[in-house]
């Protein structure tokens, strides 16, 4: 009997490919997407370990999903992903009713893992330094968006972070294998694709570096937009910015990680920049990509960070006014630096000042620069209807604002002009005027295989 898999994803967008990526292999081995809980032999939870609380939501939803199990024999559960890599056996030692836990380079041994642990528990996860999953082919679980990982793991070593321990030492996808999965997903319909690496924009694969890469995506036809995530300041080059300003087809919106505006803070976190480097970027960037809309990563209560390194990040948002932020609370991972040899003293309630005033900041100027876009006319793909109205249909624009419109007549992947009548912080309001590029693929195919997918959240790929 063909057993159905039901996966459930947390963390970052790089989660939400892989999602797609064991999608593909179950698939492969004989697997079918199930259409919920009720419906699923397996369900796998595909997990993020950049922060305790995530981890702490992931227990959550494994204790929910016992009762689940119960009623199921021969119900699987499992466990993937950084959160897997990052605590292996004591996944099974807090839930024991865990079959089988699997870090982020053992996925192509999934099918094995599944059949093994039918019997007794598995852990499967050993990092390997050369697997890119080439010649493997994710399921597509979006209309017109589609993720391709050009890169996994990341050499930065940040000091807090636990992205290098889990997803291991940085490796490229060849140019070749990129440009098959970015083809493929055009076939499908998609035409925006965002490029994922931990620190996309240190790609390099055979003298092939981020802005070469970047001019041969943008030459697939059918291509309308290309976006990347998370780039690390350090490695923008100027060839980069040329090819963003030059090449229509790269978005203009621009995630740019900052994570402290002091420069004793980001020297304990080892960034490799000073806040006047980061500075000097975002001018660069501004005088020459017209229309650009950053944002950015910011952590509050890094181990050492005084009222002082705070005021100097509050001033750095203020200055440099971000479009949008996800901004943290910083989170001890045990393994990394910070956790080893610096004392995390900033007291959880000043953590929590510190950020809902922050948070305060950035809504208002959010909410400023969405107000900004009142008024002017912007190409948006589109992408569905809302969640709450069928009737109004939802697309981002060039630099990446969900926009919402009233939706007859328009199809999915359709690129409109979109008068803007108004704005919250976080979403354009529009009305649409005309079809700029009709959807050249009909879009019906997605739809029958997203279900074994859910997503629970898509920050960016750390950066
Ligand atoms: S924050 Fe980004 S650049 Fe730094 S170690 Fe983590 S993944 Fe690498």
């Known amino acids: 009997m063909v057993r159905r898999v039901l996966i459930e994803t947390f963390g970052c967008q790089m989660n939400v490919a892989d999602s797609e990526l064991i999608q593909g292999i179950l698939q492969d081995s004989g697997y079918q997407a199930a259409a919920s809980l009720e419906d699923a032999d397996v369900v796998l939870l595909n997990t993020c370990a950049v922060r305790e609380r995530a981890e702490e ?31 292996r056996h004591s996944v099974m030692e807090r839930a024991p009713y865990v079959d089988f836990v699997i870090g982020p380079d053992s996925y192509r041994r999934l099918a094995e893992v599944l059949e093994r642990s039918q019997t007794r528990p598995v852990t499967d996860v050993q990092l390997d330094r050369h697997e890119m999953y080439e010649g493997l082919t994710p399921v597509q679980t979006q209309n017109v968006c589609g993720w391709v990982t050009i890169q996994r793991g990341c050499d930065k070593f940040c000091t807090f972070c636990v992205v290098p321990f889990v997803r291991g030492r940085e490796r490229a996808v060849g140019p070749a294998e990129v440009l098959r999965h ?26 092939v570096d981020f802005a070469e890469l970047l001019k041969r995506v943008a030459a697939v036809e059918g291509i309308q937009r290309i976006r990347f995530t998370s780039p690390y300041p350090r490695d923008f080059t100027e060839e980069l910015i040329d090819v963003i300003a030059a090449e229509e087809k790269v978005s203009k919106a621009l995630h740019l990680p900052l994570q402290s505006g002091s420069d004793r803070v980001l020297g304990l976190m080892r960034r490799q920049h000073t806040v006047q480097e980061y500075r000097e970027l975002v001018s660069k960037i501004r005088c020459r990509v017209e229309g650009c809309a950053l944002s950015t990563d910011i952590i509050v209560g890094f181990p050492g960070e005084t009222e002082e390194d705070y005021r100097a990040t509050v001033g750095c948002i203020q200055e440099f006014r971000f479009d949008a932020a996800f901004l943290f609370n910083y989170s001890e991972r045990e393994g990394t630096y910070a956790a080893r040899k610096l004392v995390d003293d900033v007291s959880p309630q000043e953590k ?9 900041i950035q809504e208002e100027i959010s909410r400023l620069a969405y107000e900004a876009r009142i008024g002017t006319t912007q190409a948006v793909i589109v992408e569905g209807s809302t969640r709450r109205d069928e009737t109004r249909m939802m697309g981002n624009t060039d630099d990446f604002k969900t926009t919402m419109f009233p939706g007859q007549g328009y199809r999915v992947g359709d690129l409109i002009e ?35 997918i859910s997503l629970g959240a898509s920050a960016p790929a750390h950066g």
């Not at 939501?57 to 992903?81: M, Y």
């Not at 929590?352 to 305060?360: F, Q, V, W, Y």
Request: hydrophobic residues 45%; proline residues 4%.
């Open 57 to 87: 939501r992931i227990f959550g939803r494994l204790s929910n999903l016992v009762s689940w199990k119960r009623q199921r024999p021969g119900a699987q559960l499992g466990v993937a992903g950084c959160m897997a890599e990052r605590m």
């Open 352 to 360: 929590g000042r510190r950020l809902t005033e922050l948070i305060a």
């Open 418 to 452: 979109v008068k803007i009548v108004g704005a919250t912080s976080h979403t354009l309001l529009g009305e649409p005027i005309r079809v700029l590029v009709p959807s050249a693929v009909p879009i019906t195919l997605v739809d029958s295989l997203t279900e074994g």
């Open 182 to 207: 970015v083809e493929r997903l055009v076939a499908r319909g998609v035409t925006t694709v965002t490029l994922l690496g931990q620190t996309v924009n240190s790609y390099l694969h055979e003298g």
